[in-house]
């Protein structure tokens, strides 16, 4: 897993997200991460026990996960940055030269800020056959205004490309449509006040758009409305029509844009659930999927992976720490574990 393809280092992505107001955000107490500030931060005690797990006699892995998955992801760029400073190494090249494997993927995801790891997910992603309707619509579906626009400013500066040429490049058809609307950015907030006169010309809208020819218009509703008011649309739909609206996505639609569409339905329905079904799916696999597992557990982390762990219970009735304990084997275990937290009873 290639840490940047272009000449960014930390200090110039520090400098974007900074110019994009995301520097100075750290996950408070009370958020429903798992994930949260270190109160007791040290940087200094932290850059010792790397430099020791590190140079000591024997890698201590257990020292660089607890210390890893123990941090804020600004904490973590503090450690990196300090780290550097104080020994004149660069911390990410001297983890990615001590582990290896998936554990060596963890820890560098873990290390990346925010905005580089989603860019370089959402590159590979679409030069992956059979991603961007999967990855590349989770990424720019399911991440914040802010923090979509420090991403795709990133993939700009890493891959001397926009994100919307690479779109056009690699996708086609109503999946592209969805992906270059989405990479906008331009879905409406809630903001708390229910249009109902706008609930009811988006479900006659729907009801009226009974095949593919009118695409443009489930594009539309499924990338500038909020999930709230979605929500409302579909219970509305299925109240006038007597079906799931994803019921109805499949009699319009086929191949990647039913697909496509009935994952932007699941992400605004129930974003929670959206990611524990994710989770399950990767868990199933005759080797669990650990790119797909650490992708949703980092990103999720410092925002709401106790509901993405509610809803995994719920649903399977078994808790998502448990599913991990049973599924994943090597190193990379004990760092996926301490970012689920806890076993949820």
Same mark, same amino acid.
């Given at each position: 897993?290639?840490?940047?393809?272009? *000449?960014?280092?930390? /200090?110039?992505?520090?400098?974007?997200?900074?110019?994009?107001?995301? +520097? =100075?955000?750290?996950?408070?107490?009370?958020?429903?991460?798992?994930?949260?500030?270190?109160? /007791?931060?040290?940087?200094?005690?932290?850059?010792?026990?790397?430099?020791? %797990?590190?140079?000591?006699?024997?890698?201590?892995?257990?020292?660089?996960?607890?210390?890893?998955?123990?941090?804020?992801?600004?904490?973590? #760029?503090?450690?990196?940055?300090?780290?550097?400073?104080?020994?004149?190494?660069?911390?990410?090249?001297?983890?990615?030269?001590?582990?290896?494997?998936?554990?060596?993927?963890?820890?560098?995801?873990?290390?990346?800020?925010?905005?580089?790891?989603? &860019?370089?997910?959402?590159?590979?992603?679409?030069?992956?056959?059979?991603?961007?309707?999967?990855?590349?619509?989770?990424?720019?579906?399911?991440?914040? %205004? *802010?923090?979509?626009?420090?991403?795709? +400013?990133?993939?700009?500066?890493?891959?001397?490309?926009?994100?919307?040429?690479?779109?056009?490049?690699?996708?086609?058809?109503?999946?592209?449509?969805?992906?270059?609307?989405?990479?906008?950015?331009?879905?409406?907030?809630?903001?708390?006040?229910?249009?109902?006169?706008?609930?009811? #010309? =988006?479900?006659? &809208?729907?009801?009226?758009?009974?095949?593919?020819? +009118? +695409?443009?218009?489930?594009?539309?509703?499924?990338?500038?409305?909020?999930?709230?008011?979605?929500?409302?649309?579909?219970?509305?739909?299925?109240?006038?029509?007597?079906?799931?609206?994803?019921? &109805?996505?499949?009699?319009?639609?086929?191949? #990647? %844009?039913?697909?496509?569409?009935?994952?932007?339905?699941?992400?605004?329905?129930?974003?929670?659930?959206?990611?524990?079904?994710?989770?399950?799916?990767?868990?199933?696999?005759?080797? *669990?999927?650990?790119?797909?597992?650490?992708?949703?557990?980092?990103?999720?982390?410092?925002?709401?992976?106790?509901?993405?762990?509610?809803?995994?219970?719920?649903?399977?009735?078994?808790?998502?720490?448990?599913?991990?304990?049973?599924?994943?084997?090597? =190193?990379?275990?004990?760092?996926?574990?301490?970012?689920?937290?806890?076993?949820?009873?």
């Amino acid at each position: 897993m290639s840490v940047s393809c272009g *000449p960014l280092g930390t /200090s110039l992505t520090q400098e974007i997200l900074s110019s994009l107001g995301l +520097a =100075d955000k750290t996950a408070a107490w009370g958020t429903l991460g798992t994930l949260r500030t270190f109160l /007791s931060f040290s940087v200094d005690k932290d850059v010792q026990r790397l430099l020791k %797990a590190i140079a000591g006699q024997g890698v201590d892995y257990g020292t660089i996960v607890d210390v890893l998955t123990n941090r804020s992801r600004e904490q973590r #760029q503090l450690i990196s940055r300090a780290f550097q400073e104080r020994t004149k190494q660069d911390l990410l090249k001297s983890l990615r030269a001590a582990l290896s494997g998936n554990l060596e993927q963890i820890v560098v995801a873990l290390l990346q800020p925010a905005a580089q790891f989603d &860019a370089q997910e959402l590159r590979t992603a679409l030069k992956t056959s059979g991603s961007a309707e999967d990855v590349a619509l989770e990424i720019l579906a399911t991440r914040a %205004a *802010p923090r979509l626009q420090a991403c795709l +400013a990133v993939y700009k500066h890493d891959f001397q490309v926009e994100a919307e040429e690479d779109i056009r490049t690699e996708t086609d058809g109503v999946l592209q449509d969805l992906l270059l609307a989405l990479s906008k950015g331009g879905r409406e907030s809630y903001s708390g006040v229910i249009d109902y006169n706008l609930e009811e #010309q =988006d479900v006659q &809208a729907l009801q009226q758009t009974g095949g593919s020819s +009118a +695409a443009g218009q489930w594009v539309l509703l499924f990338t500038q409305r909020s999930p709230e008011h979605l929500t409302r649309v579909f219970d509305q739909y299925r109240r006038r029509t007597g079906q799931d609206l994803e019921d &109805a996505i499949r009699s319009c639609f086929r191949g #990647q %844009a039913q697909l496509a569409l009935i994952s932007l339905a699941s992400m605004m329905r129930n974003t929670a659930l959206y990611f524990a079904n994710k989770l399950h799916r990767a868990l199933q696999e005759t080797e *669990p999927n650990v790119q797909v597992l650490l992708r949703v557990l980092i990103s999720r982390s410092e925002s709401d992976l106790l509901s993405i762990r509610a809803e995994y219970k719920k649903k399977f009735g078994k808790s998502l720490y448990s599913s991990l304990q049973d599924a994943v084997r090597g =190193d990379c275990r004990s760092a996926l574990l301490a970012l689920c937290r806890a076993e949820d009873i």
